[in-house]
Structures are given as C-alpha cells and as structure tokens.
C-alpha cells in the first residue's frame, strides 16, 4: 500500500471502520444484531457481568453517562430480563443493579459469536499480522485511556 497522509489514513479507516463492523455483524445473529439492544446496553451488560452489582451512580461513571441516561437504559435492560435493580433497605434513594442469568446468557451467547466471527475473519492473516494488529490496538486504546 502506497504512504498515506494522515489526512487521507484518517479519511480512509472513517469509510472502512464501518464497513467491517457491519460485515462481522452480517456473520452474527443475536440481540445485538437484531437491534433488540444497543451497544451501550452490551457495554453495560460487560460491566455487570465483571462487576457483580453496582450502584447506578458506578454504572453511569463507567458509562460516561448522565445517571438519568443510565437510568433509561437501566429500564429496558430490566424489561427484557436482562439486568435487575434492587434497594437498600438503610437508604431507598440508592439503587443497585446487576445482570440477571438471562443477560448473562445472552452476553455469553454474543461473545461467543463475537469470538467465531473473529477467528473466521483473522485466519487468513499470518500470526505475525495478527500480532501487529493486535499490537495496534493495545497502543490505541492506551492512548484514548
């Protein structure tokens, strides 16, 4: 591939970025690619599910959210069965919740397709490649943490 500018890297990954993302989710067939939930909801769901249960407040500082936000998707996660809210007796102002066993299979059952997808899409890619890839993407997301 010839150099790019940055200008034109940049210009290039922005059309191609969503182009694999909806190519992958073509490969996929779950809540997520049904749109029965959203991204943010999954990302939610992950937390939960490493978390345990959390306060709202912890859930809506993770999310980069406004606690009404998380409130809103809070309530369609529980609607669907997917996460559960619980009070504290000591103070009913605060909230806590956490993924239900439903939301714990579905997020499983995403993963999992998640993983298949990937193994398919990286396979004709030497190991080196993959391990340059992968190096990539460990240096972007510790430049945007």
């Known amino acids: 591939m010839s150099r790019l500018s940055l200008e034109a890297f940049a210009d290039r990954a922005t059309e191609i970025f969503?182009?694999?993302?909806?190519?992958?989710?073509?490969?996929?067939?779950?809540?997520?690619?049904?749109?029965?939930?959203?991204?943010?909801?999954?990302?939610?769901?992950?937390?939960?599910?490493?978390?345990?249960?959390?306060?709202?407040?912890?859930?809506?500082?993770?999310?980069?959210?406004?606690?009404?936000?998380?409130?809103?998707?809070?309530?369609?996660?529980?609607?669907?069965g997917l996460a559960e809210r619980r009070r504290t007796k000591q103070d009913r102002r605060v909230v806590f919740v956490d993924i239900s066993l439903r939301g714990r299979k579905v997020l499983r059952e995403m993963l999992e397709q998640r993983r298949i997808t990937t193994l398919k899409l990286f396979e004709s890619l030497t190991a080196e490649e993959r391990s340059t890839y992968l190096c990539i993407l460990e240096k972007l997301v510790k430049k945007l943490s």
Not at 31 to 51: D, E, M, N
């Open 18 to 80: 969503p182009q694999l993302v909806r190519a992958m989710a073509r490969h996929e067939n779950n809540y997520l690619t049904k749109g029965v939930i959203t991204l943010p909801q999954v990302w939610a769901l992950r937390y939960l599910s490493r978390q345990r249960e959390c306060s709202m407040r912890e859930l809506a500082d993770f999310m980069k959210m406004g606690l009404s936000s998380v409130t809103g998707m809070v309530d369609r996660l529980v609607k669907q």
